[in-house]
């Protein structure tokens, strides 16, 4: 009793004096903040950013720094202001994910899922490989700034996300946050310009919204909705649910009123493939659910042009129509053009990032429409890397495809995030022909699309640790 009653004054003590120090380091950084609003707004608002972004990443928020970068990589791609501050910003955020590696490393989070090893060797060979391209490129500086972006990007996806999940139930937040994200933006930009404050339709009638090209709202979806409309169909009754429900219209709408082909040959393909990954391993009631799901959004994307008053993708000016068959601004003379690219240097390539730079000049002088890129991630690749920089590369955007099939058909409960997985990397494979972007970290589309390759990976790993009887080989 005697050693009880002396143990609390100590306790007290220690609590008051933990009080009075967090409460003086509080006021401490606002009148740091104070003094340096008077002085620089820009650098009291970068010490805000700093601070907040350093607590984040202390804490392992996962389902709030991923999303964030999601955001941080859209504003860069859309028509909004200081272009020159979002582009720093979204190295900022991304280096800021891939720090929780380094802080689950120190006070590691209990219950995560394991670092997918084998594809995470693969991704990081890819990485050194692009990044010693820097050695032949045709512009080094740009190989080198691009090359470590990349390693950012592996950091983030294969090391620090896992690593700071706290069961599936966030992994499930993150995809449901980008979707809600990507809605938001889309639904932002049919309010502003229907108000006038932006130009969200070009004259042609394709909505753009706040991108700065209709076709960006497709490629931006491809591996964020197809997952969404098969995590809704997971979902019980609730809130959360009806959010997400409205949130897969609002960016199906968007996606039909853009004209983009591309996106909408995506959406449906990953939607299609998740049902029948679903349908195929016994979750059938996910499978009629994302069924209804997918009608109610061809409905309304069909409702959205008389209800808005504009029409279809029109043909003409060196493109097709919505409904005639073609890539797209003459893609296939695109795609023709790069051989000769590519039989330049076909094993190693011109070095990451070389594209934008050698294809103006290569472009058939027939075109109308100068793209100023191969507008194929995998071709681009083989220009860049050669065929052995793209042979990886399919073999590991493949392989998530694979990871996510086999996550279904495993008996733990992960396996219903089989078929979302799935469902966002067939829809990024698609997307991948008619649009560059795999090797781009900097852009809406290399990150979520790899961050779901990673997951699937390390969600199967994680089941098939814990379920050897139930797996199809034996537990790595």
Do not use: C
């Not at 401490?28 to 972004?53: C, D, E, M, Q, W």
């Not at 890819?126 to 190989?143: E, G, K, N, R």
Request: aromatic fraction near 6%; charge should be positive; avoid cysteine.
């Amino acid at each position: 009793m005697a050693l009880l009653s002396s143990a609390l004054p100590r306790n007290r003590a220690r609590a008051v004096l933990t009080s009075t120090a967090l409460s003086g380091l509080v006021v401490v950084v606002a009148l740091t903040i104070g003094v340096l609003s008077a002085r620089s707004p820009r650098l009291a608002i970068a010490v805000v950013t700093a601070a907040a972004l350093g607590w984040l990443v202390l804490r392992r928020a996962a389902t709030i720094l991923v999303p964030l970068a999601v955001l941080v990589l859209a504003w860069d791609s859309t028509v909004l202001p200081s272009a020159d501050v979002s582009f720093a910003a979204k190295f900022i955020v991304l280096g800021a994910v891939a720090a929780m590696a380094v802080a689950s490393l120190v006070a590691p989070v209990e219950g995560h899922p394991p670092v997918p090893k084998a594809f995470g060797s693969g991704l990081l060979l890819l990485v050194i490989f692009a990044t010693a391209s820097t050695a032949w490129s045709v512009d080094p500086a740009l190989s080198l700034q691009r090359g470590i972006s990349i390693a950012l990007m592996w950091a983030a996806v294969v090391l620090a996300v896992p690593l700071s999940l706290r069961g599936d139930d966030e992994v499930r937040n993150i995809v449901r946050r980008n979707a809600l994200l990507l809605a938001s933006l889309v639904g932002l930009g049919f309010v502003l310009g229907l108000a006038g404050e932006a130009t969200a339709f070009q004259t042609n009638g394709r909505f753009l919204g706040l991108m700065i090209n209709p076709n960006t709202i497709g490629y931006f979806a491809a591996p964020i909705l197809p997952p969404a409309v098969l995590l809704a169909a997971q979902l019980g009754p609730g809130r959360r649910r009806l959010m997400l429900a409205m949130a897969v219209v609002v960016v199906a709408v968007g996606i039909a009123l853009s004209g983009s082909r591309a996106g909408v040959l995506s959406s449906v393909v990953g939607i299609t493939v998740g049902l029948v990954v679903a349908g195929t391993f016994r979750q059938s009631r996910q499978a009629r659910r994302a069924f209804a799901i997918l009608a109610a959004l061809v409905v309304a994307g069909v409702l959205a042009f008389p209800a808005l008053g504009v029409t279809a993708r029109l043909g003409g000016q060196g493109t097709e129509g919505f409904l005639e068959l073609g890539g797209g601004s003459g893609r296939e003379l695109n795609w023709g053009n790069s051989l000769p690219l590519l039989s330049e240097a076909p094993l190693f390539g011109h070095g990451l990032g070389s594209t934008p730079t050698l294809f103006p000049q290569a472009q058939s002088t027939s075109q109308r429409v100068i793209l100023g890129g191969a507008h194929n991630s995998y071709l681009e690749a083989a220009i860049d890397l050669g065929l052995v920089g793209a042979v990886l590369l399919i073999v590991l955007a493949v392989s998530g495809l694979v990871a996510a099939v086999r996550l279904s058909h495993e008996a733990g409960p992960a396996s219903r995030l089989g078929p979302v997985f799935t469902a966002a990397i067939a829809a990024g494979l698609i997307e991948a022909v008619f649009e560059t972007g795999m090797l781009a970290a900097g852009g809406v589309f290399a990150f979520p699309f790899w961050l779901s390759v990673s997951l699937a990976h390390s969600l199967l790993a994680r089941e098939r640790a814990f379920s050897p009887a139930t797996s199809t080989r034996a537990p790595t």
